[in-house]
């Protein structure tokens, strides 16, 4: 039997203000692509939003695009939370023929773990003591967001992958204050 193979890849953007979704997905030639929705459900949200679209599309979502941010649309882009995202496409039959994802949006944490990055002062040779337990406490910052994203993403845990998000947050708090 003929059927669509359906899928997504959802990019970790750095562009606080929107989320890149691409289609992926193998389409038949014996069976007609009709209907393709996308419903995205931001995180802390109980209702998604349903976006109609072209199959092959390349979709850059705004806040309001989610209807997250209704006021000043077009002159003015609210950033879009970290957090769980449920992301889900389907194509008529939309009840049978769907792919539903949970991703874990970091952009904002990665955004601060670059600026302390770029605000250490490395140079091409050993770095003093200081500045190696630094970047030692920020590469342990940017395992535990990459393992909430597999904890989200690859093994369907999202509060563990939130438990692990919020204690990486916790953890670049504590690196960036100075007077602490």
Known sequence: MANHVLSLEVPTVMNACILSVIDTSVYSSLVPVTCPTLNVTPPGFSWSTQIELTPGFSQI???CDLLMQLEQCGEVNADLPD????????????????VEYNHLRITKALIRYNKVLCDLDLAACEPSTAVKDKLAKLQKIRMYLDAAKAKVEF?????????????????????ECVNC
Not at 155 to 175: D, F, R, V
């Open 61 to 63: 979502l705004t806040a």
């Open 83 to 98: 957090g769980v995202y449920i992301i889900k496409y389907s194509v008529s039959p939309n009840d049978i023929v769907y």
């Open 155 to 175: 093994c369907h845990e999202p509060q563990k992958g939130m438990t692990l998000y919020n204690y990486a947050i916790k953890l670049l708090n504590k690196l």
